[in-house]
């Protein structure tokens, strides 16, 4: 699932935004306001962690931009305002959860997972399907032709990464930027050697191929359009 945190501490940042990586996540990181009100109603996010003091525009304005662009995208507040006034007015504008700093990374994890399961019901948008792969976003569940298959942490987010973006070529330095947030170093096969493996589970027991190298450019996941 891929989360948006606007935070303009940088070593608070890093340290959220390292952590739910970690935890199998995809994350964008902001540090301002207008950045992150901007990401906010551009791109698909399963959830939001919003600071409320920020610069350019706070955490309620970015809030109240988008619901009232009709998006109703799950909004966790961390931040250091812990008057209950405070609390109270950022429930008030639509937010869904509001925890205080400082904080320990597994409430804000168990938080974090509770927004994203709240609704029994799976939406459209938390099963991402290519042919007949489909990945449940919330159960963490990979299948191909009904048949289970298991992925790793990495793998499970690589696989998530291509899904989001089939039909696109993704570069190595995207695909290591957003998965093992690092920068791609040429010399390293990491990248390579991931794919591979995620074929072997997705694609080798399998006649349609789903994961596809573009040569010199990067990889695509693209399932067979029926004539």
Same mark, same amino acid.
């Given at each position: 699932?891929?989360l948006?945190?606007?935070?303009?501490?940088p070593k608070?940042g890093?340290?959220?935004?390292?952590?739910l990586?970690?935890?199998?996540?995809?994350?964008d990181l902001?540090?301002?306001?207008?950045d992150g009100?901007?990401l906010?109603?551009?791109?698909?996010?399963d959830?939001?962690?919003?600071?409320?003091m920020?610069?350019?525009?706070n955490?309620?304005?970015i809030?109240?931009?988008?619901?009232k662009?009709?998006?109703?995208?799950?909004?966790?507040?961390?931040?250091?305002?812990?008057?209950?006034d405070?609390?109270?007015?950022g429930?008030e504008?639509?937010?869904?959860?509001?925890?205080v !700093?400082? =904080?320990?990374?597994? &409430? #804000? %994890?168990a /938080?974090?997972?509770t927004?994203?399961?709240?609704g *029994?019901?799976?939406?459209?948008s938390?099963m991402?399907?290519?042919?007949?792969?489909?990945?449940?976003?919330l159960?963490r569940?990979?299948t191909?032709?009904g048949?289970?298959i298991?992925l790793t942490? !990495?793998? =499970?987010?690589?696989? &998530? #990464? %291509?899904? /989001?973006r089939?039909?696109?070529v993704?570069?190595? *330095?995207?695909?290591?930027?957003?998965?093992?947030?690092?920068n791609?170093?040429?010399?390293?096969?990491?990248?390579?050697?991931?794919v591979?493996?995620?074929?072997?589970?997705?694609?080798?027991d399998?006649?349609?191929?789903?994961?596809h190298?573009?040569?010199?450019?990067?990889?695509v996941?693209e399932a067979?359009?029926?004539?």
């Amino acid at each position: 699932m891929k989360l948006l945190v606007v935070e303009d501490e940088p070593k608070t940042g890093d340290y959220v935004r390292q952590g739910l990586i970690e935890a199998g996540f995809i994350v964008d990181l902001v540090r301002d306001g207008a950045d992150g009100l901007h990401l906010a109603l551009t791109e698909a996010y399963d959830l939001l962690i919003l600071d409320v003091m920020l610069p350019k525009l706070n955490g309620w304005q970015i809030l109240g931009g988008i619901r009232k662009a009709g998006k109703d995208t799950p909004v966790l507040f961390l931040t250091a305002r812990d008057e209950v006034d405070d609390r109270v007015h950022g429930l008030e504008l639509g937010a869904d959860d509001y925890l205080v !700093k400082p =904080f320990v990374f597994s &409430e #804000l %994890l168990a /938080r974090v997972r509770t927004l994203l399961r709240r609704g *029994s019901k799976v939406k459209e948008s938390e099963m991402l399907r290519a042919g007949d792969l489909e990945l449940d976003l919330l159960r963490r569940r990979v299948t191909r032709a009904g048949r289970r298959i298991e992925l790793t942490v !990495k793998e =499970f987010s690589l696989l &998530e #990464l %291509l899904m /989001r973006r089939q039909g696109e070529v993704l570069p190595r *330095s995207l695909i290591a930027s957003q998965v093992w947030d690092m920068n791609f170093d040429s010399d390293t096969n990491v990248i390579d050697v991931a794919v591979r493996r995620l074929r072997a589970k997705i694609d080798d027991d399998f006649e349609q191929k789903l994961i596809h190298t573009a040569r010199g450019m990067g990889y695509v996941l693209e399932a067979p359009t029926c004539s």
